[in-house]
């Protein structure tokens, strides 16, 4: 599958990071509790007893990562498991990439910070195209927390739990006695390379601005998905129009899952006092970045570390990985290959030479692999780290956008579609139309979900706020006028009321791009009569269509039931929008 070309800004950091991978620096590890390749006598007969222990946890660790520079030193505080490492930035990186493997086996706690804001500011499409760019949501969540402390921006709701990984966490919230007012439920699990997949279920209650005098009615907003997330990073794993309401405004649900491990709280005094006793001289400037004649610098995208390579074929105690294999051919123990120590040794080991002069690091923190090798030598290794790197978790963003307004205004839109499968002018038109006030904006929704997993979202009156007084029967306090038929919905089958319902099924196709998709959209109109809230009967539409990433769709334009206006009749059209996003280490 292609993969979405590198930043240039990421480009340049793992450039930069190659040519500084030689100085010399001072950092911070955590390690298991009592890991005990630095106990006493845990190391090989060859190393001295006499040994101090830092000489002792030095050649340790270069079993496991390769050889270090000289004038390296570690220390190690096996209760706290703290490790402190002096080295190159080079020598540094691999140390950290095997601190983190040791962690990962270690028992995770997951950490969710869910918040929900509502806001008044209309959704710019340069401000939709952000979210779909980016992996993680924080830019966007401080935004809102900024407006929220200014009073442009309220926040509803913001929680803060923990849970085990691999066990369900649910939280409820509100008034005793009462709905609750925020719901999670959220179970997970944790892939390599720290990414979180979720089975999410949210819903946020809250009582209605614009009921009725006399009574109250209750709102909800339902989330129900899969989603894929980096630890660490937030993201906005709901978007709505709040359903019933005469203002036009936003709510926004942002959820931040963070993984750890369970550890005591690190020793930060080792690393102080390694820099006072043997801190580091002035480093000068980093050496211009040259490459040899009959080489080149390429930028690889690079998800998987030696350490993922090496434990899916490493030797246990001498014996193969394959329980098949070993009762019959024990001999195959002694053709196991030896432990991959570094990318370089992990590449030589595939039979793609380095010669003098070539040189190759991973960058860490971005994914990527720096090489200086010729250009047949650098092809193989391109092929081989794609080949590794396999299919990275895709997410689907839907997005749906119901607008309504006079014919006059709707029918370009729909002209412009007719015969055409892209319909990216007339979803930018509605938009600006939107903005100019000249349109109304009667539903939004999005929500994310991984490829192949039903997505539901829904806003509006949940099934048991649906009652015989909101038929405007003897008794009703409210007046409410709901037709039959969203009676019938609302005590039907269906989890969910009346409101704006898109319900999707959706399949990234084998070339990364074009999206199957089975949507199922329902919207009951609201418009406004004496003393109580009417309800039109429901528009829906059911379909299977074919849709590409990041390319509008309009699904339907039609008139609507209300028949004339002083502007004329009324038409609603109904866009929706489906972006893949592939989700990076």
Not at 100 to 110: G, M, V, W
Not at 415 to 432: I, P, V
Request: proline share 6%; hydrophobic share 35%; net charge negative.
């Amino acid at each position: 599958m292609a993969r979405e070309p590198a930043s240039g800004k990421q480009v340049a950091e793992a450039i930069e990071a190659f040519r500084r991978m030689d100085e010399w620096d001072i950092k911070t590890f955590r390690i298991p509790v009592g890991y005990s390749l630095f106990r006493t006598g845990s190391l090989d007969e060859a190393v001295p007893a006499s040994a101090t222990a830092t000489a002792r946890s030095k050649v340790a660790l270069e079993e496991q990562v390769g050889d270090l520079p000289d004038g390296t030193i570690i220390e190690v505080e096996i209760g706290s498991g703290t490790l402190v490492a002096r080295s190159t930035n080079e020598g540094l990186q691999r140390i950290g990439q095997f601190c983190d493997q040791l962690c990962r086996e270690l028992p995770q706690i997951i950490s969710f910070k869910l918040e929900v804001y509502e806001t008044a500011s209309f959704m710019e499409e340069s401000q939709l195209l952000s979210l779909l760019e980016r992996q993680d949501h924080e830019v966007y969540a401080s935004t809102l927390r900024k407006q929220a402390a200014s009073g442009e921006t309220k926040l509803l709701d913001q929680v803060q739990c923990q849970g085990k990984l691999g066990n369900r966490l649910v939280l409820a919230s509100g008034k005793e006695g009462t709905e609750p007012q925020l719901k999670l439920e959220v179970d997970t699990t944790l892939l390599p390379e720290n990414i979180v997949t979720l089975n999410l279920h949210l819903e946020v209650g809250h009582t209605s601005a614009e009921a009725s005098p006399g009574r109250t009615f209750r709102n909800e907003e339902t989330v129900i998905t899969g989603a894929v997330v980096k630890s660490g990073t937030s993201r906005v794993i709901g978007m709505w129009k709040p359903w019933g309401m005469e203002k036009d405004l936003t709510r926004v649900a942002i959820l931040k899952v963070q993984a750890n491990p369970v550890l005591p709280e690190k020793n930060a005094v080792l690393e102080k006092q390694l820099r006072e006793r043997q801190g580091l001289t002035t480093a000068a400037p980093p050496p211009e970045l040259r490459v040899p004649d009959g080489m080149e610098l390429r930028v690889l995208h690079c998800h998987v570390n030696r350490f993922h390579l090496w434990s899916i074929s490493r030797p246990v105690d001498g014996v193969p990985c394959d329980p098949f294999e070993t009762a019959k051919q024990p001999e195959l123990a002694e053709k196991s290959p030896p432990p991959i120590r570094s990318i370089q040794e992990g590449l030589k080991q595939q039979g793609i030479q380095f010669p003098e002069g070539s040189r190759v690091y991973w960058h860490w923190e971005g994914r990527m692999l720096v090489v200086v090798n010729t250009s047949d030598n650098i092809d193989q290794i391109e092929a081989f780290t794609e080949s590794l790197c396999g299919v990275r978790p895709a997410l689907l963003i839907h997005e749906v956008l119901a607008v309504e307004g006079n014919r006059a205004l709707m029918q370009p839109l729909d002209a412009r579609a007719d015969g055409s499968t892209d319909h990216s002018w007339s979803w930018k038109q509605a938009q600006a139309l939107l903005a100019k006030g000249e349109l109304k904006r009667t539903g939004f929704l999005r929500a994310e979900t991984t490829t192949g997993q039903r997505m539901s979202a829904f806003s509006g009156r949940p099934p048991n706020d649906v009652s015989e007084k909101d038929q405007g029967k003897p008794g009703g306090a409210s007046g409410d006028v709901v037709d039959e038929g969203d009676k019938n919905d609302a005590e039907g089958t269906e989890p969910f009321g009346i409101g704006t319902l898109l319900e999707a099924d959706s399949i990234l196709g084998p070339d990364g791009y074009t999206i199957e998709a089975m949507l199922n959209f329902t919207q009951h109109h609201v418009s406004k009569v004496p003393s109580a809230t009417a309800s039109r009967p429901a528009q829906s539409i059911l379909t299977s269509t074919t849709l590409t990433s990041g390319v509008p769709r309009l699904l339907v334009c039609r008139k609507v039931s209300n028949g004339p206006t002083p502007d004329g009749d009324m038409m609603q059209a109904v866009f929706v929008r489906v972006s893949r996003y592939h989700v990076s280490p």
